[in-house]
């Protein structure tokens, strides 16, 4: 949801107090469009984050922490040449219009005081962050830099005179009157829905303030201009007023709505009539309130859209896996029609002092019971011993093919195994950092591309993720949620006399009951460990899992093998439906201590 110019204002009100004269210590660019100004101040550091995202462009301080590239942008560095070490002097907005300037006081290489500005255009896919010289009102450098091949109207490239984008003619809420309002209606098409129009008359509000001073003004939103008569555009004219008492007093109440489900959907700098009915929670920062809607939000989006990429490769590799695993099953079937080859060799060196060289042998196949005459087809320039032998190696060959072939099929199926387990880890990731884990994975076994590190060093970091422990009773439960996390759990963490659980047969986590006195495990903790194994395993949504359960010292990791892979041996087996309610009570239960 993109701000509008109210939004802005209030957004300008309340970091006014907070960033004016404090330094900049600090800038980060931790994506294409997204700056981190650490500003310091006495006894803290605030951190202001500018973003030109088309689909969430704002500024405000944020709490939350954001990885940065090994190589800062060339954006970023521009910023911390001019920038870093400069004092805050003012923030303001142009108008109502969407475009605030950050005027900074800092030093050139001369040593003399010089201004700039950093000017944020927070408008849809049009926003931009602007570095400009304020007295020459030059361009040093811009997040996104414009032609005039892109934009006529003005060029965004470094040493070019800054121009702002071109203001709408609308009217100032400051210079508002009953007349001119009726004016400006008067000039739109009388069938203009009454909101739309508000929207196209008066400057700095959006949508949905339009729709909210509507409602405040008791007309129905899908009334259109022709139905207006004094008495409405009175009602409109002091609805307006309203709002803008509001701006002028800076009585702000930061307001986020939420659906009958509970989900955020909509927010202002105050309430909104329009959504009476829905719960609506009061912030005490307007900062606070869009950092908690569109930055988990878009946390969320960027979630999603590391694990579609990361499923995409496990996809493609699953593919071409099972790909080559039906071309093996094929050429292994190939043995069995092979097999006839070795049985027409047989015939025909029985009946040798029968056969002489010919097109054809007619033979009695004593293999069968009921010997009936079967035509083996010869060569004629052979001799019936040189088509026996010719026979016997084409079976020789095929059947050799046929061992490495099955050899290799064995190795695709482990393949496949290994795979799925890193698809089941996967779909049970709830966190940055368990993608982060499975990145890794999919690098060291080659499926995914190696992102370069720091300084060039090519040794990749093995930071990894720790395993889920919960707490019940005396006992300690341990669950690997990936290949590396589980070999961890098993064989770092696990010890002989810990009983150790796993689903049967499909891929799932690793899980440890811990049992350091050796004693007989309650049920009640049997039952709460394989239930966790079940969920967190392919079988998460099926009824009656089998859940294998042996002591620790009977897994094995064979020499070799991939991460995550065991054998093991004098198990049990147990049969679960997984109960999801208890897992999430457990976990939620185990981490507020």
């Given at each position: 949801?993109?701000?509008?110019?109210?939004?802005?204002?209030?957004?300008?009100?309340?970091?006014?107090?907070?960033?004016?004269?404090?330094?900049?210590?600090?800038?980060?660019?931790?994506?294409?469009?997204?700056?981190?100004?650490?500003?310091?101040?006495?006894?803290?550091?605030?951190?202001?984050?500018?973003?030109?995202?088309?689909?969430?462009?704002?500024?405000?301080?944020?709490?939350?922490?954001?990885?940065?590239?090994?190589?800062?942008?060339?954006?970023?560095?521009?910023?911390?040449?001019?920038?870093?070490?400069?004092?805050?002097?003012?923030?303001?907005?142009?108008?109502?219009?969407?475009?605030?300037?950050?005027?900074?006081?800092?030093?050139?290489?001369?040593?003399?005081?010089?201004?700039?500005?950093?000017?944020?255009?927070?408008?849809?896919?049009?926003?931009?962050?602007?570095?400009?010289?304020?007295?020459?009102?030059?361009?040093?450098?811009?997040?996104?830099?414009?032609?005039?091949?892109?934009?006529?109207?003005?060029?965004?490239?470094?040493?070019?005179?800054?121009?702002?984008?071109?203001?709408?003619?609308?009217?100032?809420?400051?210079?508002?009157?009953?007349?001119?309002?009726?004016?400006?209606?008067?000039?739109?098409?009388?069938?203009?829905?009454?909101?739309?129009?508000?929207?196209?008359?008066?400057?700095?509000?959006?949508?949905?303030?339009?729709?909210?001073?509507?409602?405040?003004?008791?007309?129905?939103?899908?009334?259109?201009?022709?139905?207006?008569?004094?008495?409405?555009?009175?009602?409109?004219?002091?609805?307006?007023?309203?709002?803008?008492?509001?701006?002028?007093?800076?009585?702000?109440?930061?307001?986020?709505?939420?659906?009958?489900?509970?989900?955020?959907?909509?927010?202002?700098?105050?309430?909104?009539?329009?959504?009476?009915?829905?719960?609506?929670?009061?912030?005490?920062?307007?900062?606070?309130?869009?950092?908690?809607?569109?930055?988990?939000?878009?946390?969320?989006?960027?979630?999603?859209?590391?694990?579609?990429?990361?499923?995409?490769?496990?996809?493609?590799?699953?593919?071409?896996?099972?790909?080559?695993?039906?071309?093996?099953?094929?050429?292994?079937?190939?043995?069995?029609?092979?097999?006839?080859?070795?049985?027409?060799?047989?015939?025909?060196?029985?009946?040798?002092?029968?056969?002489?060289?010919?097109?054809?042998?007619?033979?009695?196949?004593?293999?069968?019971?009921?010997?009936?005459?079967?035509?083996?087809?010869?060569?004629?320039?052979?001799?019936?011993?040189?088509?026996?032998?010719?026979?016997?190696?084409?079976?020789?060959?095929?059947?050799v093919g046929s061992e490495k072939t099955l050899e290799q099929s064995k190795i695709t199926m482990e393949e496949i195994k290994y795979l799925e387990s890193i698809k089941n880890s996967l779909d049970g990731s709830d966190n940055p950092q368990d993608l982060q884990d499975i990145r890794w994975e999919l690098e060291e076994?080659?499926?995914?591309?190696?992102?370069?590190?720091?300084?060039?060093?090519?040794?990749?970091?093995?930071?990894?993720?720790?395993?889920?422990?919960?707490?019940?009773?005396?006992?300690?439960?341990?669950?690997?949620?990936?290949?590396?996390?589980?070999?961890?759990?098993?064989?770092?963490l696990g010890k002989n006399e810990d009983l150790w659980l796993h689903v049967k047969d499909i891929p799932g986590s690793h899980v440890i009951i811990k049992n350091p006195d050796k004693k007989e495990i309650p049920q009640k903790i049997f039952d709460t460990a394989a239930n966790l194994a079940a969920y967190y395993s392919?079988?998460?949504?099926?009824?009656?899992?089998?859940?294998?359960?042996?002591?620790?010292?009977?897994?094995?990791?064979?020499?070799?093998?991939?991460?995550?892979?065991?054998?093991?041996?004098?198990?049990?087996?147990?049969?679960?439906?997984?109960?999801?309610?208890?897992?999430?009570?457990?976990?939620?239960?185990?981490?507020?201590?």
């Open positions: 949801m993109s701000l509008d110019g109210i939004a802005i204002r209030a957004l300008v009100d309340e970091l006014k107090p907070q960033l004016i004269g404090g330094r900049i210590d600090k800038i980060q660019q931790p994506d294409h469009n997204t700056l981190i100004i650490t500003v310091r101040q006495p006894g803290k550091n605030l951190r202001l984050l500018i973003t030109s995202k088309p689909q969430s462009a704002r500024f405000h301080l944020t709490h939350n922490a954001r990885q940065n590239p090994l190589q800062p942008p060339l954006f970023c560095m521009v910023l911390r040449k001019h920038l870093e070490g400069s004092k805050i002097i003012n923030i303001e907005q142009q108008g109502l219009e969407r475009i605030v300037h950050f005027i900074l006081e800092g030093f050139d290489e001369l040593g003399d005081k010089v201004n700039r500005i950093l000017i944020g255009e927070f408008m849809g896919k049009h926003s931009n962050l602007v570095l400009v010289k304020q007295k020459e009102g030059i361009i040093l450098d811009s997040i996104k830099r414009l032609s005039h091949a892109v934009n006529q109207y003005r060029e965004i490239l470094p040493g070019v005179p800054y121009i702002s984008p071109p203001p709408h003619e609308k009217i100032k809420l400051e210079e508002l009157t009953v007349e001119n309002l009726i004016d400006s209606f008067l000039n739109l098409p009388p069938e203009q829905k009454v909101h739309k129009a508000l929207l196209n008359i008066i400057e700095g509000i959006g949508p949905q303030t339009a729709k909210e001073l509507t409602v405040r003004a008791g007309i129905d939103r899908e009334n259109s201009l022709e139905f207006l008569g004094e008495y409405e555009y009175l009602s409109l004219w002091k609805s307006l007023n309203w709002l803008k008492n509001q701006i002028l007093s800076q009585t702000y109440q930061p307001t986020l709505i939420r659906d009958t489900d509970g989900k955020p959907f909509a927010f202002a700098p105050f309430s909104l009539e329009q959504f009476d009915g829905l719960e609506q929670e009061t912030y005490s920062s307007m900062g606070d309130l869009i950092d908690s809607f569109i930055g988990k939000s878009e946390e969320t989006n960027l979630f999603k859209q590391k694990s579609s990429d990361l499923e995409k490769i496990i996809e493609k590799e699953l593919d071409r896996c099972q790909r080559k695993l039906a071309i093996q099953l094929e050429k292994i079937a190939e043995v069995e029609i092979a097999a006839k080859y070795k049985l027409w060799g047989e015939l025909i060196t029985a009946n040798l002092h029968n056969l002489k060289q010919a097109k054809e042998a007619i033979v009695s196949n004593f293999y069968s019971e009921e010997l009936e005459n079967i035509a083996i087809p010869l060569e004629a320039n052979l001799t019936p011993n040189e088509n026996a032998q010719k026979y016997f190696k084409k079976y020789s060959k095929a059947r076994a080659g499926y995914a591309k190696a992102r370069p590190q720091k300084n060039n060093n090519k040794v990749k970091t093995t930071a990894q993720s720790e395993p889920l422990a919960v707490a019940i009773e005396d006992y300690k439960i341990l669950i690997g949620k990936n290949n590396k996390q589980n070999d961890y759990v098993t064989f770092k392919k079988g998460r949504y099926s009824a009656q899992v089998p859940v294998d359960y042996t002591l620790r010292k009977n897994v094995k990791k064979p020499g070799g093998s991939k991460p995550g892979m065991v054998i093991y041996e004098h198990q049990k087996t147990i049969y679960i439906t997984p109960d999801e309610e208890k897992v999430l009570q457990l976990l939620k239960k185990d981490t507020s201590h």
